[in-house]
């Protein structure tokens, strides 16, 4: 059975940062490529980052710079270090085993003065 599982949203000032986590069960992760997506409101879901088995990774032009997707195999686990955040980046993020139709069930990030 595949679980992804969500760990690390919160509330955050502007300019502050947070770590979110994904674990994974279930699937062969060391050679998944996996991302993160995130919904925010009014608009709809927009994949936000994703990284390979080869640790290729990629990145929506409204992250470059501030966000970086990283991953440990050992611990079948993925990360998003958010760093600069803004107003807009306020939503709720999942992780996504890319190329499937397995999500987590997302974690609520407010950035919010």
């Known amino acids: 059975q595949v679980q992804l599982v969500e760990f690390g949203g919160g509330l955050v000032q502007p300019g502050g940062s947070l770590r979110l986590s994904c674990a994974a069960s279930g699937i062969a992760f060391s050679i998944s490529t996996m991302g993160w997506y995130r919904q925010t409101p009014g608009k709809q879901r927009e994949l936000v ?65």
Do not use: H, P
């Open 49 to 113: 980052t994703t990284i390979t088995s080869g640790r290729t990774m990629t990145y929506a032009d409204s992250v470059k710079g501030r966000f970086t997707i990283s991953r440990d195999n050992a611990k079948n686990t993925v990360y998003l270090q958010m760093n600069s955040l803004k107003f807009e980046d306020t939503g709720v993020y999942y992780c996504n085993w890319i190329g499937t139709d397995y999500w987590g069930q997302g974690t609520q990030v407010t950035v919010s003065s």
